[in-house]
């Protein structure tokens, strides 16, 4: 699940997450996908925490805290069930979902023909990003066609990976 565009406060949100379960992979999966959690009294939530407001690692209690953690919290008391959170890297969050490891994700994720096919979306989502290329002053590089040819690095599992190559022809480097 793809979350993207802030709305109105954590119950708005929450109600857009567990219509998502509706949605994650059909009717019939995601009701099962249901079923199974109130079953089991937990959901288990990929959460993607790589710094700063939208989650990362206290140090001093090792737990994940932020928006994303606590949107996920607020998911799981809106089913009535505990909240079991999964930590997940941009590279891996998809194999997580997929391989059930999670039972969804929150987590920044650009909604993508490629990924509509095989992963549902919430309807509504949170927070809508823009990508950016930070370079050195002197580097020359005005435009986004100035990276053409030359190495540019990207997060592993980034959908900028594709633009970038295609559109610019900058030498994409994907890095953990």
């Known amino acids: 699940m793809a979350i993207h565009k802030k709305t109105t406060g954590p119950a708005r949100a929450a109600h857009a997450l567990a219509l998502a379960l509706?949605?994650?992979?059909?009717?019939?999966?995601?009701?099962?996908?249901?079923?199974?959690?109130?079953?089991?009294?937990?959901?288990?939530?990929?959460?993607?925490?790589?710094?700063?407001?939208?989650?990362?690692?206290?140090p001093a209690t090792q737990q994940l805290v932020g928006w994303n953690p606590e949107l996920a919290r607020e998911l799981a008391k809106g089913l009535g069930v505990k909240a079991e959170l999964v930590q997940v890297q941009t590279?891996?969050?998809?194999?997580?979902?997929?391989?059930?490891?999670v039972d969804l994700l929150i987590a920044s994720m650009e909604l993508n023909p490629e990924r509509a096919e095989i992963l549902g979306y919430a309807p509504t989502p949170f927070f809508r990003v823009g990508g950016a290329a930070a370079t050195l002053k002197t580097s020359g590089i005005t435009t986004w066609e100035d990276l053409r040819g030359k190495p540019v690095c990207v997060s592993q599992g980034s959908s900028f990976a594709k633009p970038l190559s295609t559109d610019y022809g900058a030498v994409v480097k994907g890095y953990k």
């Open 91 to 101: 590279a891996t969050r998809t194999q997580f979902l997929i391989s059930g490891k």
């Open 22 to 58: 509706t949605f994650a992979a059909g009717a019939a999966h995601a009701d099962a996908t249901l079923d199974k959690i109130k079953q089991r009294g937990t959901v288990t939530i990929g959460v993607l925490a790589n710094g700063g407001v939208f989650g990362s690692l206290d």
